[in-house]
């Protein structure tokens, strides 16, 4: 919902900025390895209790996590399909962040570990449907309601009040919400697809 619309603002206040990391030699594999870095110390902030530390780092990794996309457009290779291997590296990047931060809110009391449990293997499992579609029927799964934006910022916001497991119920509807859409995507595709091609 609020991914295209982060990307579009990003976009329009660092489009010199990408460019200049571009010229530079800056790839898109750094800054998600920069995203897992920051979630990782995110995670080991919320163990340590340390709340307000790792809502920054948090915010630090969704910058990052921005980045990546950044760079993508600013090469110009934003348009461009990216190999399989990249993308699924990519995607298993992010679901490894997801992961990492869900556990250290429970590692930390933040948040009950049901409720953690069902976040983390809702956002796998969406993100699994996904990359299968592209990946062995080339079937796009479509536009979703939400995107791993509205899922970081679900967690920022209701982190600032401490709220975390409505923070991690909100993401298991979501995520419930984006994998029956995908679903639907699917099944209309592979009943239109002409297989005989």
């Not at 290779?77 to 699924?88: E, F, S, V």
């Not at 995607?91 to 049901?114: C, T």
């Not at 600032?160 to 995520?175: D, E, P, T, W, Y």
């Not at 419930?176 to 592979?190: P, S, T």
Request: a positive charge; proline letters at 2%.
């Amino acid at each position: 919902m609020l991914g295209n619309l982060v990307r579009k603002i990003g976009d329009n206040l660092f489009q010199h900025t990408n460019a200049s990391l571009v010229r530079a030699g800056a790839k898109p594999e750094w800054a998600y390895t920069l995203s897992l870095a920051s979630a990782a110390a995110a995670s080991i902030a919320f163990v340590s209790r340390w709340l307000w530390v790792g809502l920054i780092l948090l915010v630090f990794h969704g910058t990052f996590d921005y980045l990546d996309g950044g760079l993508r457009r600013a090469s110009g290779q934003g348009n461009q399909r990216p190999k399989w291997w990249r993308m699924d590296a990519h995607a298993l990047v992010d679901k490894a962040s997801e992961v990492i931060l869900i556990a250290g809110l429970i590692g930390g009391k933040w948040a009950g570990w049901p409720l953690g449990i069902a976040a983390a293997m809702s956002s796998i499992v969406v993100t699994v449907v996904g990359m299968s579609a592209k990946r062995w029927f080339d079937i796009d799964p479509g536009r979703v309601l939400f995107d791993r934006t509205d899922r970081l910022l679900v967690l920022l916001l209701a982190g600032m009040m401490g709220a975390f497991n409505i923070a991690l119920a909100l993401v298991c509807l979501m995520n419930g919400i984006i994998l029956f859409q995908r679903v639907v995507y699917i099944l209309l595709a592979v009943r239109t697809h002409n297989w005989t091609t």
